[in-house]
C-alpha cells in the first residue's frame, strides 16, 4: 500500500525566514509526486509535479526537489500570504490516477 | 483560468436520504475524480472516471456510492442512505490524462443529520 508521511506537521516562519518542508513516501514504483497548496475551506491547488529521483521545479518562492524516497518543498523567504498546509501526494505506477496523500504540512508565516 | 466547479457548497442531510453532489470539471478533461476530507484528516481517494465507466475506486467506495456523467459537462457522485460517517468535504477533481495533474473544486461540506 502507497504511504505518504509529511513532516513538520506545523510549521511557524518569521516573514523571510526561509525553510523546507520534508515528504517521505513509499510506492509500488513512482508515476509521479505532486505538491498542493491548501487554503482552509477551499480544495488543493496544484503547485508542482514530479517524475524522477534528481529533478527539481521553481515557482516563485518555492521549490520542489525530488530523491528516490522523499521530496522536498524549499520556501525561501516566505511572505505571509504563504500561510497555508501543503499536501504531497504520489501515483505509483500500477494504479490508474489514484492519488494517495499525506496529511499535510501547515504553515503560518508570520509578519 | 479553467477552473473546476462544485455545487452546492454546503449540503445538510438527514441520515438515510439520498444526496448527489454536482460538479463542472475543466471542459477538456478527459480523467474525473471524487474525494473526500473528513474534518482534520487527509485527503482520500474515493473514484476515478474515464470514458463512461469507472476506472479505478477506493474501499471507501462501496455499493452506497455511485457516479455517473449524465451529460457532456457535469460529473455527479450519489450516495444512496447516508450515514453520520459520512460527514466530510467532498472534492472533484479533472485531469487531462495520465501523468498530468488532477485540479480540484473547492469542495461540497456534506452535513449527516
Known amino acids: 500500500e502507497d504511504q505518504v508521511t509529511q513532516s513538520p506537521e506545523a510549521l511557524r516562519l518569521q516573514e523571510g525566514e526561509s525553510s523546507s518542508l520534508n515528504c517521505s513516501y513509499t510506492v509500488s514504483g513512482l508515476r509521479g509526486l505532486f505538491w498542493y497548496r491548501q487554503d482552509p475551506g477551499k480544495g488543493p491547488e496544484f503547485l508542482f509535479t514530479?517524475?524522477?529521483a534528481g529533478e527539481e521545479k521553481e515557482k516563485e518562492r518555492l521549490k520542489a526537489t525530488l530523491t528516490k524516497k522523499e521530496s522536498f518543498l524549499h520556501i525561501t523567504a516566505p511572505k505571509p500570504e504563504d500561510s497555508a498546509t501543503y499536501l504531497c501526494?504520489?501515483?505509483?505506477?500500477?494504479?490508474?490516477?489514484?492519488?494517495?496523500f499525506g496529511t499535510g504540512t501547515k504553515l503560518q508565516v508570520i509578519p | 483560468e479553467p477552473e473546476v466547479t462544485q455545487t452546492p457548497s454546503h449540503q445538510v442531510t438527514q441520515m438515510g436520504q439520498e444526496v448527489i453532489l454536482r460538479c463542472v470539471p475543466i471542459s477538456n478533461h478527459l480523467y474525473f475524480y471524487w474525494y473526500r476530507q473528513i474534518l482534520g484528516q487527509k485527503v482520500e481517494f474515493l473514484v476515478s472516471f474515464y470514458n463512461n465507466e469507472i476506472s479505478e475506486k477506493s474501499e471507501i467506495f462501496d455499493d452506497q456510492f455511485s457516479v455517473e456523467r449524465p451529460d457532456g459537462s457535469n460529473f455527479t457522485l450519489k450516495i444512496r442512505s447516508t450515514k453520520l460517517e459520512d460527514s466530510a468535504m467532498y472534492f472533484c477533481?479533472?485531469?487531462?490524462?495520465?501523468?498530468?495533474?488532477?485540479?480540484f473544486g473547492d469542495g461540497t461540506r456534506l452535513s449527516i443529520l
Open positions: 477533481a479533472s485531469g487531462g490524462g495520465n501523468n498530468q495533474p488532477q485540479h
Open positions: 514530479l517524475y524522477s
Open positions: 501526494a504520489v501515483v505509483n505506477s500500477g494504479g490508474y490516477q489514484k492519488v494517495t
